[in-house]
Structures are given as C-alpha cells and as structure tokens.
C-alpha cells in the first residue's frame, strides 16, 4: 500500500502530493485534487492514490480553521502561511464531499479494511468533524 501509518500523510501518495504545494499562489492544486474525487462517476470506485491526495489536500484545509494538524508537512504550512485566507465555506464543503466519497467507496477504504485496522477509518471520521464544524 505504501503506507506506513493511517495518517494524511503518511503514504507515498500524499507525501508526494504536497509538494505540488510549495510553489501555489492559489488553491488551484487543491480544488483539482478535490474534484477529482467528487467528480469520479459513481459507478467507479476512487483509485487510491487519488483517495490518498484528497485526504491529504481535505486536512490541508481543515488545519487553516484549527487545530493545525501536529503532522502536517513544512509545504503545507507555508502554503496556509500564503493562502491561509483563501480557505471558506466553499473550499471546506468540496473537502468534505470528497472524503466522504473516499470513506464510503474507494480503493483506499477497501486496503485498510483488508488490513482489519480501524485507525484509518478513525482518522478519517475525525477530519469530516472538522471540515463540518
């Protein structure tokens, strides 16, 4: 799987991922992300490393409305440093729409079920609290 914790972050994927933020002026990286979950027909189960990228780019978001993610990536902090004020209600509802897709039908949800390890589920669970509070 590539993973060596149930974190946002800690999957090759995600990892990756959040290098693309380091040169952004905009949320452009991150809507993409999003919306490549959101926009996956329903009938099509996310693939995973697009599932590993949404989460990643969902806690992005929800550490700009606190508490900051202890584990979020120097990249992520300085792109909310910049863009901090560009995360709204908008952005927020996007992230949640897309790990809720990921929670219930993905290809990611599917490995650490197979894995019998609820820490995943547990993790994501809490970062839909926080996109929705």
């Known amino acids: ?3 060596w914790g ?3 972050f800690e999957n ?3 990892a990756d991922w959040v290098w693309e933020l380091e040169d952004e002026t905009d949320a452009s990286v991150i809507i993409d992300t999003l919306s490549a979950v959101v926009d996956t027909p329903i009938d099509e189960q996310v693939e995973s490393p697009a599932a590993s990228n949404a989460i990643a780019a969902a806690e992005v978001l929800a550490s700009a409305r606190g508490p900051r993610s202890p584990d979020l990536p120097t990249e992520a902090i300085e792109w909310l440093r910049v863009n901090g004020a560009l995360v ?3 952005l927020l509802a996007l992230a949640a729409g897309a790990v809720q897709r990921v ?3 993905s290809e990611l949800k599917d ?3 197979e894995e ?3 820490s995943w589920a547990e993790s994501v669970r809490k970062l839909l609290e926080r996109l929705r509070a």
């Open 103 to 105: 929670a219930v039908d």
């Open 6 to 8: 149930s974190g946002p």
């Open 111 to 113: 490995l650490w079920d």
């Open 88 to 90: 709204d209600q908008r």
């Open 12 to 14: 090759d994927d995600a």
């Open 116 to 118: 019998g390890d609820d």
């Open 1 to 3: 799987m590539g993973a």
